[in-house]
């Protein structure tokens, strides 16, 4: 199959986005395929959820009282709006630790206005607008919990990463390579795995959910936080944060750099994959409709509410229509 993005100027398409793509059922049938499978790739920050479940299981949650919204952001890549702010200095409070303590680095915030008013306030950005600072948060609640010195806490050989090499191995029943270790946007340790095996991992994490094993526990307090307060996510207007919003919860999904989607409906357990081949960002929300409607995921009122994300209306600077992006999946 052929997975294609057109961004229309226009009645001409201006640019094309083609993607990789695997769906599978709970079996492991394969649904649709671009063809790509065993092709390796860095799912980045869509794999946090995975990430965060070493931290659940520390006993951290517990130890220090944090609550369902910061379960939430800690899988998140927050925008650093208001809301997203003050959860992050609540959970930095509770852990008792300094912001310089965080080792993700600091950039603007993503949301716009947000960025707009911390500049007009004569403020700086510190690593709590950086967008994984709640993942780091979790790595460092992680090893406080476990008695890990958290210094190095990123580091490749520090134990806690270990655990979450423990955690990706579990769920994408794959071995991490050598050649496959790289440093994520953040500073920590970012792995690649092929398409297969993150399908694999998206499926295992729903299937894994109502069974007895070391992370079932986690899986459903991190999903059930984040279906309370999918805004903590990604933000308003983020494509992941409004799928899971309007759906209550039951399609889980969650957005990486360079292009990247992974996706899961609870409920009829079928789960996949998206990787835009250029990296471009902008294709993956109506690919992702389109793949969605093509498989029944979404009931009318969820269609109706997500519908702007599936023919993306461009805009210019004057605020006249110039074009569309759309999404088709040929044979």
């Given amino acids: 199959m052929l997975f294609e993005v057109s961004v229309q100027r226009g009645m001409l398409a201006e640019s094309i986005h083609t993607a990789k793509c695997l769906v599978k059922n709970s079996n492991s049938k394969t649904i649709l395929s671009s063809g790509h499978s065993e092709e390796l790739i860095y799912p980045r920050s869509a794999i946090k959820i995975f990430q965060a479940l070493p931290f659940i299981n520390s006993g951290a949650p517990e130890k220090y009282f944090l609550n369902k919204k910061n379960l939430a952001i800690s899988c998140s890549s927050h925008c650093g709006e208001p809301n997203h702010l003050s959860v992050l200095k609540d959970w930095l409070k509770k852990i008792n630790l300094s912001i310089k303590n965080l080792?993700?680095?600091?950039?603007?915030?993503?949301?716009?206005?947000?960025?707009?008013?911390?500049?007009?306030?004569?403020?700086?950005?510190?690593?709590?607008?950086?967008?994984?600072?709640?993942?780091?948060?979790?790595?460092?609640?992680g090893c406080l919990a476990n008695k890990m010195e958290y210094a190095n806490y990123v580091d490749y050989d520090h134990p806690y990463q270990q655990l979450i090499r423990n955690s990706l191995e579990?769920?994408?029943?794959?071995?991490?390579?050598?050649?496959?270790?790289?440093?994520?946007?953040?500073?920590?340790?970012?792995?690649?795995?092929?398409?297969?095996?993150?399908?694999?991992?998206?499926?295992?994490?729903?299937?894994?959910?109502?069974?007895?094993?070391?992370?079932?526990?986690?899986?459903?307090?991190?999903?059930?936080?984040?279906?309370?307060?999918?805004l903590l996510i990604g933000g308003k207007k983020r494509f992941d944060s409004e799928v899971i919003k309007h759906t209550?919860?039951?399609?889980?999904?969650?957005?990486?750099?360079?292009?990247?989607?992974?996706?899961?409906?609870?409920?009829?357990?079928?789960?996949?994959?998206?990787?835009?081949?250029?990296?471009?960002?902008?294709?993956?929300?109506?690919?992702?409709?389109?793949?969605?409607?093509?498989?029944?995921?979404?009931?009318?009122?969820?269609?109706?509410?997500?519908?702007?994300?599936?023919?993306?209306?461009?805009?210019n600077h004057a605020k006249k229509t110039i074009g569309k992006i759309t999404a088709k999946i040929m044979l």
């Fill in 170 to 230: 579990h769920f994408t029943e794959s071995s991490i390579k050598q050649k496959c270790i790289g440093i994520d946007g953040c500073n920590a340790p970012q792995y690649a795995f092929s398409i297969d095996n993150l399908t694999n991992a998206i499926i295992n994490l729903v299937n894994k959910r109502n069974t007895k094993n070391e992370y079932s526990k986690a899986i459903c307090t991190l999903l059930n936080a984040i279906a309370k307060y999918p």
């Fill in 103 to 141: 080792k993700c680095g600091i950039h603007n915030p993503i949301n716009n206005e947000s960025s707009n008013n911390l500049l007009l306030s004569g403020q700086n950005p510190n690593q709590l607008h950086n967008n994984c600072s709640g993942k780091h948060l979790a790595m460092l609640s």
């Fill in 248 to 315: 209550k919860g039951r399609i889980f999904c969650k957005g990486g750099a360079e292009g990247v989607l992974l996706f899961a409906d609870t409920l009829k357990n079928i789960g996949g994959v998206i990787k835009i081949e250029d990296g471009n960002e902008r294709a993956i929300p109506p690919l992702a409709m389109k793949i969605f409607i093509k498989l029944k995921l979404l009931s009318s009122d969820e269609k109706r509410n997500l519908i702007r994300w599936t023919e993306q209306i461009l805009y």
